[in-house]
């Protein structure tokens, strides 16, 4: 059974699936778009990290950013390859969703690339209701970004 759990980023396995998520990032994109945040990005006021666990062993990881005027984004999303396709991104995705709104937000959103290393994450935002906008907070247009939001 999936627990997630608030994450104070403390501990051998979360920052080993943080390195891993840095790394794909990197990968997966140029590096004048890579803007997720490391371990002290993590750490820094107004952000708050889940992590999900199936049994001693970790599943995922996502977390929630304030930004003021109502808003939130969320950053840091990545299943530990174990995990794929059990629904461990969904699951914290809700747990993101069910807080912001908790927190009295209005909208939540997210930056992402483009390519094939990115379509899981686009189907899943898009099947929640996340719909392609323009950008936000320090974000700026750019022919790899895309930028997706959901009204709360």
Known sequence: MLEIREDDLSGAPVRALLALHLAGMHANTP?????????????????????AWE???????????????????????????????????????????????A???????LETGRGPAFEPALALYRRRGFRDGAAFADYAPSGFSQFLHLDL
């Open 103 to 109: 927190r009295g937000f209005t909208r939540l959103s």
């Open 31 to 51: 590096p004048e778009h890579v803007f997720a945040l490391d371990l002290s990005g993590l750490q820094r006021p107004g952000i708050t990290v889940w992590t």
């Open 55 to 101: 049994g001693p062993a970790i599943a995922g990881v996502g977390a929630l950013r304030a930004l003021g005027d109502d808003a939130g984004e969320v950053k840091s999303m990545r299943t530990h390859p174990d995990h794929l396709r059990r629904g461990v991104a969904a699951a914290l995705l809700e747990r993101i969703i069910a807080e912001a709104r």
